[in-house]
Structure formats: C-alpha cells, structure tokens
C-alpha cells in the first residue's frame, strides 16, 4: 500500500476535513468570540486599593529614578 493509493482512497474525506478547519476558523473569527483589542482593568476605587496594598521596602528602595 503506497501514499498514492491511501491518499486517493480517502481524497474525500482529507478535502472536507480541510473544509471544516477552514469553515470553522472562519466561524470563529468572524463573528467575534474573541474580544478585539486590549482592554486596560481598572479598579473601582483605585485610592482604596493603593491605600490597602502599599508598596513593600524592598521595592520602593529598588526603584529607578
């Protein structure tokens, strides 16, 4: 049994296969599932959340100036 003979007994399933990827991918990608862009978080009291979480020693003696 050669790669010929295998390919050509199962040429129509490797062609809707392929089909499928490409239906699919287009699905995906057209109609939005994933968001578009970046979206920067942010807090909804960010004093609050500096106020809870201060900066360590370490890290404010490490800072570049």
């Avoid at 979206?39 to 570049?64: L, Q, T």
Wanted: net charge negative; glycine share 4%; hydrophobic share 45%.
């Amino acid at each position: 049994m050669d790669t010929p003979s295998v390919f050509a007994e199962n040429f129509w399933f490797i062609l809707s296969m392929i089909g499928l990827a490409v239906a699919l991918t287009y699905v995906v990608f057209h109609w939005a599932k994933f968001e578009e862009g970046y979206e920067k978080g942010e807090a909804a009291d960010p004093e609050a959340v500096a106020r809870d979480n201060p900066p360590d020693e370490w890290s404010k003696s490490h800072w570049v100036t």
